[in-house]
């Protein structure tokens, strides 16, 4: 006896089915659970899972669904998550097309009640569709467990926050800012401005072409000198009528000897003429001021200037100070104070 072939009605299910027929939604558009009270949140965070979770419903059918949050990437300790609010559209997976299977958040979606900026977005028009941005209601946070970097790709111009600490902040002309826990400094693309605050050494460098400062607050280091060095003139000043006044003022061997030289001429010319007149031009204010004028511009003498540096190179201790009133004379080999 021939027996007739068993059906179940998964069977007969499949015989029937074609596009339409099957009432299984497998995805759906949905809104974020509104929520009623202050303390409460549409949004879940399982640890015993390691989820987030979202309150939701589906729509048309309103009904009701928990589902999982589909980030741009997930991993140990890692995520990508945004701050969910209620009446907020989404698009869900829900798969074998049963939301007891679970359901998972594709995107999220602007509409009237979350709607895309309109307007300026730093500056920039948003609706010009002529360049990409984020823009996020909350603060961002962007951590890593190694290091971040921010770089144009035209210009080359970067930000690094390496993992070892250090920060990095180049130009498209090459110069670069960098903070470390030892170091914090600045250099141009060629290298002629050099700036450094070296924490360890408590050592301060500045370079500008060929002048050079440097300051050193630690005298336990193998070089603890402090050193000011240019190729041009050095001038120390304090400026304002009521401020800073000087108690003391400092002039440099050389200038003392321009001047001499320039008073000098200005009363040999006088000699010429009468001794009475050397004797006006000698003891005139006015005569000296045009003698310190002059001396300001004009060359030192080249036989004066060889008996200073002679001078300087057979340097002698400097004379004790007057007490009380710090030291008044300075001459050539002071101690402590370097000057040519």
């Not at 057979?314 to 007057?322: E, Y």
């Amino acid at each position: 006896m021939r027996l007739a072939p068993q059906m179940d009605q998964r069977t007969m299910a499949e015989a029937f089915s074609y596009p339409g027929i099957d009432p299984r939604s497998w995805v759906s558009m949905a809104i974020v659970e509104t929520v009623q009270a202050e303390d409460e949140n549409p949004v879940e965070f399982d640890d015993d899972d390691g989820q987030v979770y979202v309150n939701c419903v589906l729509k048309p059918s309103n009904i009701p669904c928990r589902a999982r949050l589909g980030g741009a990437f997930a991993g140990p300790g890692e995520g990508f998550y945004s701050p969910f609010v209620g009446g907020e559209e989404v698009l869900l997976a829900i798969p074998e097309g049963d939301v007891k299977a679970g359901a998972v958040v594709l995107a999220r979606l602007n509409n009237g009640y979350d709607g895309f900026p309109q307007g300026s977005v730093a500056g920039k028009d948003a609706n010009t569709n002529t360049f990409t941005f984020m823009r996020s209601r909350p603060a961002i946070t962007i951590e890593s467990g190694a290091s971040v970097m921010l770089r144009s790709a035209s210009m080359g111009a970067m930000l690094q926050l390496a993992g070892t600490g250090n920060v990095t902040l180049r130009d498209g002309a090459a110069d670069v800012l960098q903070i470390s826990p030892d170091v914090f400094g600045y250099q141009n693309g060629e290298g002629t401005v050099v700036m450094q605050i070296d924490q360890n050494a408590m050592r301060y460098t500045l370079a500008v072409g060929k002048a050079l400062v440097t300051l050193s607050g630690d005298t336990a280091q193998a070089n603890p000198q402090s050193v000011i060095q240019v190729p041009s003139t050095l001038t120390l000043a304090a400026a304002g009528a009521t401020m800073n006044n000087a108690v003391e003022h400092v002039i440099s061997t050389e200038a003392v000897a321009n001047i001499l030289e320039a008073w000098g001429a200005a009363i040999s010319i006088a000699i010429s003429a009468t001794p009475a007149a050397a004797a006006a031009v000698a003891f005139q204010p006015a005569a000296i001021a045009a003698a310190i004028t002059v001396a300001t511009s004009q060359t030192l003498n080249a036989l004066i200037a060889g008996s200073i540096a002679v001078g300087f190179a057979g340097a002698t201790a400097k004379p004790v100070g007057v007490p009380g009133l710090g030291q008044r004379r300075p001459s050539i080999g002071s101690v402590g104070v370097l000057t040519g």
